[in-house]
């Protein structure tokens, strides 16, 4: 598979103070991956910078082979789509004019609302189980229906990357499990930050760890995700047992302190 993303001797800041320093990984295509560290480790900022809405303080970030500052806003918009944490779309539009947001990259001047680029954006509100909810107004929609708005306006935008910082939070468990599948099919790639470790490792090809300023090698979850690694990074105890139908390893996680 070829790389997506190259990041190399990458450090980030958020406003003055710096928070990740010199991390080095690459990203090959269709590959699903999770950012995950304790709050405040900067998996926000990094992801911002992979965006390409925030510049490094050094290194860089390479999407397809190109800087994301040296393309245009169109070209940029076409490459990568983002779902913040906790965005919160304008609160007079429609629930299908957000996600027809996403199609901007791709229409030309005034040419939203034609026949075909209302069947995307329809097909865009099926593929977060809100088919029929087009003409919803977003503030009367659940905390977990307008994420799933905002991430069918990232699906629109068909991009070969799709960033997400902390896609599940506000969902059902059921929505929960569906876009985490969802991540995992989607024929593009997916950077992800999670908090949930046991998710993210059944549903992530492999994971970043931040912790104090750096990053662990972006490795396969029984890897990335060791018990001695979750001690140190998270203070939480973790083992691995095999589901008793399935026999698929699955991560348990207590409080330190826990009895076994
Ligand atoms: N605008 C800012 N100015 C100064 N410090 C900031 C700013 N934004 C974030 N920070 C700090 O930078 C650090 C990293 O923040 P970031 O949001 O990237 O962490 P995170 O891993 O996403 O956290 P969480 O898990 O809580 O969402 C935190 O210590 C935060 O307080």
Not at 16 to 23: C, G, H, L
Not at 63 to 89: C, I
Not at 94 to 110: K, N
Not at 228 to 247: C, K, M, N, Q, S
Request: proline share 6%; hydrophobic share 45%.
């Amino acid at each position: 598979m070829t790389a997506i993303v190259e990041v190399r001797e990458l450090s980030c800041a958020a406003g003055r103070k710096t928070v990740v320093s010199d991390i080095s990984f690459t990203v090959r295509a269709g590959e699903t991956i999770g950012i995950v560290g304790p709050n405040g480790a900067g998996k926000t900022t990094l992801l911002r910078v992979l965006a390409g809405v925030r510049k490094p303080t050094s290194g860089r970030v390479l999407v397809n082979g190109r800087a994301l500052h040296e393309l245009s806003g169109r070209e940029r918009a076409r490459t990568v789509a983002m779902v913040a944490q906790d965005e919160q779309p304008p609160a007079d539009l429609l629930a299908g004019e957000v996600v027809a947001l996403g199609r901007t990259p791709y229409l030309p001047p005034w040419g939203a609302g034609s026949a075909a680029e209302r069947a995307v954006v329809a097909a865009g509100l099926a593929a977060v189980d809100l088919t029929g909810c087009a003409d919803r107004p977003v503030h009367r929609l659940s905390g977990g229906e307008r994420q799933r708005v905002l991430l069918a306006r990232a699906l629109v935008q068909r991009t070969p990357l799709l960033l997400l910082d902390e896609p599940t939070n506000h969902l059902d468990i059921t929505h929960r499990l569906a876009l985490l599948g969802m991540a995992r099919t989607l024929d593009r790639t997916v950077v992800m930050a999670l908090h949930d470790l046991a998710m993210a490792d059944r549903y992530c090809d492999r994971i970043l760890v931040l912790h104090e300023g750096a990053a662990h090698p972006l490795a396969a979850p029984e890897a990335a995700l060791r018990t001695e690694v979750l001690d140190t990074v998270f203070g939480v105890r973790a083992i691995r047992v095999p589901h008793p139908d399935t026999g698929e390893s699955h991560l348990l996680i207590t409080a330190r302190e826990a009895n076994p």
